[in-house]
């Protein structure tokens, strides 16, 4: 090598170093989309029989079985009624954690009332296509006429106690910073409807000692995470101002006192987005995307993704890739802009290590994502 050439060499190595080092790690490629089921009617929920076939809650009250091969099962007999009124109706759905001896099956849904309606959820034992021995075991509180809100997501904890999460109603909202009512609360109940005696506010006089944590607007997708078994959740804020909380016990979540967003109107809602005794979020999305679903990574499929929490879009029309260190986010990616053109209501992993989204529109779908190039047979 010409001796000349040696010191502007090493220059471009020190150069490409530093800037190798300074970037941000490459997005891993957009999955590939495979079609699952179609004819799915506002499709909320789904939890993964034990067989590899799925439950999926249709919001207009009908819960279904989708078969392994994506065909739908008719309508299963013995779901209680529903209030399907704008957003509500039949919504989440979750195995018991001991479902393969046991059969139960839960599931959150808007129920009629006598003055309005409420979140309320039921469990029941799964018998073939028949919901049977089915008995309410949880009602929020106050019942509200009206049809925004309701929450409604179940996540088991570690310890078999299930988190229930209830929306502030669109109405007297200001009911979110206080503990006698469920209204904009994550509450914490044992499997039959019980109260856990640990949870923060038992004993507490004029507390619901159901409730778990306040503050929250309307959280629609919830998650444990993979390593701490900690609960997260993500919920809409109003215009702007969705948020991804780690949700702890006995933590206020700020809403309707403090926002990011503001209101439909354009008016402030709040001059500060977090506030002395009130927890901020992990993370927040100015402006919005309309979260619903959430779910961290867990498998072998995308192993580049294992640990990464991903939120649906209602209103965005996409998936979204948050790589978290401990409680930060420090990458964000948006998939399937463009590709799946409806709005994705909930997100799972599959027990095959896919990903699985649902489409809350009339005419709804299940879909897989999988890894581009290792595709299934």
Do not use: C
Request: proline share 8%; charged share 25%; glycine share 12%.
């Amino acid at each position: 090598m010409p001796r000349h050439l040696v010191p502007l060499l090493f220059a471009s190595t020190v150069l490409a170093g530093t800037a190798v080092s300074a970037a941000p790690p490459p997005e891993p490629a957009e999955p590939a989309v495979v079609v699952v089921a179609t004819g799915l009617e506002h499709p909320w929920g789904m939890a993964f029989l034990p067989d590899g076939r799925i439950l999926v809650t249709e919001r207009p009250g009908r819960l279904r079985i989708v078969e392994r091969d994506g065909r739908l099962g008719a309508p299963l007999a013995g779901v209680p009624a529903v209030d399907a009124v704008n957003q509500g109706g039949l919504l989440d759905v979750a195995l018991d954690p001991s479902f393969a001896s046991n059969k139960l099956v839960y599931v959150a849904y808007t129920e009629p009332r006598e003055g309005g309606n409420g979140t309320s959820v039921a469990r029941g034992v799964l018998n073939n296509d028949r919901f049977e021995q089915v008995q309410v075991i949880f009602r929020q509180q106050p019942t509200v006429s009206g049809g925004h809100h309701f929450g409604a997501r179940l996540v088991w904890g570690r310890d078999g106690r299930l988190f229930i999460t209830l929306g502030d109603r669109n109405t007297g909202r200001d009911r979110a910073q206080t503990l006698d009512t469920d209204i904009g609360k994550i509450v914490r109940i044992n499997g039959d409807g019980s109260i856990p005696p640990d949870n923060p506010f038992v004993g507490r006089p004029g507390a619901r000692p159901e409730i778990w944590s306040y503050g929250h607007r309307n959280v629609q997708g919830a998650a444990l995470h993979p390593a701490t078994g900690e609960l997260w959740a993500n919920e809409h804020g109003p215009k702007g101002g969705d948020e991804l909380n780690r949700v702890l016990p006995g933590r206020n979540y700020g809403w309707p006192v403090v926002s990011y967003g503001v209101e439909y109107s354009g008016k402030t809602i709040s001059e500060q987005g977090t506030a002395p005794g009130m927890e901020p979020p992990v993370h927040y999305w100015v402006p919005s995307i309309a979260t619903s679903g959430l779910m961290f990574y867990t498998g072998d499929r995308f192993p580049e993704w294992r640990g990464d929490a991903f939120v649906g879009g209602l209103k965005s029309q996409q998936l979204v890739r948050l790589r978290i260190d401990g409680d930060r986010v420090v990458q964000e990616q948006r998939l399937l802009r463009g590709v799946v053109k409806q709005r994705v209501r909930d997100v799972r992993q599959g027990p095959d290590g896919d990903i699985y989204l649902l489409t809350d529109e009339k005419d709804g779908r299940l879909l897989r994502l999988e890894p581009a190039g290792k595709l299934r047979e």
